[in-house]
């Protein structure tokens, strides 16, 4: 037997004001996007922004539904915009924000378990790494290189012996 570890490190900025112009346009579109966000269950509106490799931005908000179930996070409906506007077309950097109406929006929120596993197959049909900003409207922002470091062992189709990364 051996032991083996899984390493995970992330930057961490003190406020949006640390981070470059760059990455703190993509987090206040973010914030805007939440102004979207068709959120009347949870009061929780979800934003997020994404710069693509062709330099085209992108952004999508959480849609919910009285079936609850069915509601959709902010994350995914970027994703399936992305990828029907510009199919294959990398993501350079997305941001992920929110604004709480039950309370705060000061400390970074994070991709939930199906997310992520809609990011990490969105990096490898493209294979090119999904850099994420997360941040709330205040307080720390965290800065993350891969998405797919959020799920490790993560099911793909490479486990189906399955390539579909375009040429
Ligand atoms: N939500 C997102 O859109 N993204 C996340 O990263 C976390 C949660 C949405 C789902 C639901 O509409 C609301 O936030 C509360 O869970």
Do not use: W
């Not at 915009?81 to 294959?88: E, M, R, W």
């Amino acid at each position: 037997m051996k032991q083996e570890e899984y390493r995970f490190s992330f930057k961490v900025y003190d406020s949006i004001s640390e981070l470059d112009t760059a990455d703190a346009d993509i987090l206040n579109a973010a914030m805007d996007a939440t102004k979207t966000a068709y959120a009347p269950y949870s009061n929780f509106q979800v934003g997020a922004a994404a710069l693509l490799q062709n330099g085209k931005m992108v952004r999508g908000t959480n849609q919910e539904n009285a079936s609850y179930p069915v509601g959709i996070c902010a994350e995914r409906v970027l994703l399936s915009t992305a990828s029907s506007l510009y199919p294959n077309e990398p993501i350079a950097t997305m941001a992920v924000t929110y604004n709480n109406q039950n309370g705060k929006s000061n400390h970074p929120i994070c991709p939930c378990g199906m997310c992520r596993q809609s990011l990490a197959e969105h990096e490898s049909r493209t294979g090119q790494p999904i850099r994420i900003i997360l941040g709330g409207r205040e307080g720390k922002v965290h800065v993350i290189e891969r998405a797919s470091m959020l799920l490790p062992f993560s099911f793909s189709s490479e486990d189906m012996n399955l390539d579909l990364r375009q040429a």
